[in-house]
């Protein structure tokens, strides 16, 4: 089971940096075609009107779809933004106790968070809402990729839960501090 919750957080991951060398090529295809256009205006005194249609709907979908699919792989690893200030400071029993609760009230949310955008992807799926750039895009598909980030997010943090309360160390621990070499 180790094994395949590790695949999920690694694939959605990996997902998220496809999603934003997307990303990268979708703005560097976009900026070669304005210098065209550049160029042959100074050449030729107009310009080649050259653009990639809805380019910037596009990379504002990749984005999103890249922010939330990397979620759960950062949070195993340690990448999230803690506040240790508190818990730096209790003995190890009462850490790990703040430890659980707070992982449990991520989990609550991100279980909200996902049932609410789970609503919303049917929803734009069944009354057929489009994107209203250039190019009309079903709103579902955009949003299907966050809607999985963030599953995949409550499955981590429901993992780190049941690991906490069987007595292991959260998968960060130890892991994200002192990145400044301090």
Known sequence: MRRTLDFIYRAAGGLAALFILAI???????????????????LTGRGLGLT????ADFTGFFLAAAS??????????GG???VTLLTGRLAAPRRRIAEIAVTAAALAMTAHAT???????????????RSSGMV???????????LAGLA???LALADELVGQLRG????WEGKGENLLGE
Do not use: M
Not at 52 to 55: A, K
Not at 68 to 77: K, M, N, P, V
Not at 117 to 127: D, P
Not at 168 to 171: D, E, K, T, V
């Open 80 to 82: 999230h933004i803690r």
């Open 68 to 77: 939330f699919l990397a979620l759960a792989h950062t949070l195993r690893a």
């Open 24 to 42: 990268v090529v979708l703005v560097f295809a976009q900026v070669c075609l304005n210098l065209a256009d550049k160029i042959a205006a100074a």
């Open 152 to 154: 995949i997010l409550a």
């Open 115 to 129: 049932w609410y955008v789970a609503g919303l992807v049917h929803e734009s799926y069944t009354f057929g809402d």
């Open 168 to 171: 292991r160390p959260p998968s």
């Open 136 to 146: 009309s895009v079903p709103l579902w598909l955009p949003q299907l990729p966050v």
């Open 52 to 55: 990639i249609p809805s380019y």
